[in-house]
């Protein structure tokens, strides 16, 4: 068993990375010179078919350079080699990225249009023609269906998604997170309601997570298993972090008194539920089956996050710095190259493979 552990403040618990492959080999008796080489050219043969090179993870990093031209060019990296996309012709960005088989998307804006890139072919999305500027804040392909959730300034009705071009308007939300996708193809989108309460929008209709002042920012469904990550307000005004699975709330717990948590981000992988988010006082932090820890890396002030992924076993972060204004990745606690402050530009959402 292999394990990695974080760097935190205020906790040294570590988070175990559980990925392992045991190996039995049955102890072979020497039946005679020609018995024992057929035997071992089989066995041979056995282990290189059962035990194939394991498959090497990609990570995808999407958003933009400001590369000294006219405008943002959309960039992303792949194991951190750099592939700048646009050419600084039109104001463009990405927001979001995702993975479908072979290939890879991202989605933002081109102009004053929605857009999304194919492995870095650009399509152009017509916008709302009742609205100046439409934006791709989040892609999803599945069961090859394109999924967006969209904002414009559109007032009340500026939350939106489409599928495959049939636009639904989320009315009135006083905010709005992130957007899934069920098997079946169900869309789930999670916020607040115009009454300041935790709510989710399921194929558009509202239900409600809680009766108190609330929110909910993020979500992740395993199988029929829906789980939504946000907070609420205490008698005290202060901002309570927890989760909700298919309804049920879960408390997560605060190492310091006066301080409270908003959750942005959940991932389930296995039996392990991972939360992130920020804390009132400006510092990152994940909780791992309810338990947290302050993110922190070689001395990099952590203040802004972006995404959130647990792939074979290691726990990745996206996030920002927001004095410096660059984009950081960290695997297992340690800082990712070139998001170890050498990168100049913002790197917003992470895909992997």
């Given at each position: 068993?292999?394990?990695?552990?974080?760097?935190?403040?205020?906790?040294?618990?570590?988070?175990?990375?559980?990925?392992?492959?045991?190996?039995?080999?049955?102890?072979?008796?020497?039946?005679?010179?020609?018995?024992?080489?057929?035997?071992?050219?089989?066995?041979?043969?056995?282990?290189?078919?059962?035990?194939?090179?394991?498959?090497?993870?990609?990570?995808?990093?999407?958003?933009?350079?400001?590369?000294?031209?006219?405008?943002?060019?959309?960039?992303?990296?792949?194991?951190?080699?750099?592939?700048?996309?646009?050419?600084?012709?039109?104001?463009?960005?990405?927001?979001?990225?995702?993975?479908?088989?072979?290939?890879?998307?991202?989605?933002?804006?081109?102009?004053?249009?929605?857009?999304?890139?194919?492995?870095?072919?650009?399509?152009?999305?017509?916008?709302?023609?009742?609205?100046?500027?439409?934006?791709?804040?989040?892609?999803?392909i599945k069961n090859g269906?394109?999924?967006?959730?969209?904002?414009?300034?559109?007032?009340?009705?500026?939350?939106?998604?489409?599928?495959?071009?049939?636009?639904?308007?989320?009315?009135?939300?006083?905010?709005?997170?992130?957007?899934?996708?069920?098997?079946?193809?169900?869309?789930?989108?999670?916020?607040?309601?115009?009454?300041?309460?935790?709510?989710?929008?399921?194929?558009?209709?509202?239900?409600?997570?809680s009766t108190q002042d609330?929110?909910?920012?993020?979500?992740?469904?395993?199988?029929?298993?829906?789980?939504?990550?946000?907070?609420?307000?205490?008698?005290?005004?202060?901002?309570?972090?927890?989760?909700?699975?298919?309804?049920?709330?879960?408390?997560?717990?605060l190492s310091e008194e006066?301080?409270?948590?908003?959750?942005?981000?959940?991932?389930?992988?296995?039996?392990?539920?991972?939360?992130?988010?920020?804390?009132?006082?400006?510092?990152?932090?994940?909780?791992?089956?309810?338990?947290?820890?302050?993110?922190?890396?070689?001395?990099?002030?952590?203040?802004?996050?972006?995404?959130?992924?647990?792939?074979?076993?290691?726990?990745?972060?996206?996030?920002?710095?927001?004095?410096?204004?660059?984009?950081?990745?960290?695997?297992?606690?340690?800082?990712?190259?070139?998001?170890?402050?050498?990168?100049?530009?913002?790197?917003?959402?992470?895909?992997?493979?």
């Amino acid at each position: 068993m292999s394990m990695a552990q974080f760097c935190v403040l205020g906790s040294m618990r570590p988070i175990l990375l559980t990925h392992q492959k045991n190996t039995q080999m049955k102890n072979l008796k020497r039946l005679g010179l020609m018995a024992g080489l057929i035997v071992g050219s089989t066995l041979l043969q056995n282990c290189g078919s059962d035990d194939p090179t394991p498959q090497a993870t990609e990570v995808f990093v999407a958003g933009y350079v400001d590369d000294s031209k006219a405008n943002y060019s959309v960039a992303y990296t792949k194991n951190g080699a750099i592939e700048i996309v646009g050419d600084g012709s039109v104001y463009e960005y990405a927001n979001d990225c995702t993975i479908e088989g072979n290939d890879f998307y991202m989605a933002g804006i081109s102009g004053n249009d929605m857009a999304y890139w194919k492995n870095g072919m650009r399509t152009i999305v017509p916008k709302d023609p009742s609205q100046p500027w439409e934006e791709i804040t989040q892609i999803i392909i599945k069961n090859g269906k394109k999924y967006f959730q969209a904002y414009s300034p559109a007032g009340t009705n500026a939350f939106r998604y489409y599928v495959d071009g049939a636009r639904t308007i989320l009315v009135s939300p006083s905010s709005v997170g992130e957007m899934s996708v069920s098997s079946t193809g169900d869309v789930y989108v999670v916020g607040a309601s115009s009454t300041g309460r935790a709510v989710y929008w399921k194929n558009g209709v509202e239900n409600e997570l809680s009766t108190q002042d609330s929110g909910a920012a993020g979500i992740h469904i395993v199988g029929s298993d829906v789980y939504i990550t946000g907070y609420y307000y205490n008698a005290e005004s202060m901002p309570i972090p927890v989760y909700w699975k298919n309804g049920t709330m879960t408390e997560l717990e605060l190492s310091e008194e006066g301080v409270g948590a908003r959750p942005e981000k959940i991932f389930v992988s296995g039996d392990d539920v991972f939360v992130a988010g920020q804390l009132t006082d400006d510092n990152l932090v994940m909780w791992e089956n309810g338990v947290m820890t302050t993110l922190v890396a070689e001395g990099v002030t952590l203040n802004r996050l972006f995404d959130l992924e647990v792939k074979k076993g290691n726990v990745y972060v996206l996030c920002k710095n927001q004095s410096t204004g660059k984009s950081f990745l960290l695997k297992n606690g340690a800082l990712v190259a070139p998001f170890n402050g050498t990168q100049q530009g913002e790197f917003s959402s992470m895909a992997i493979n």
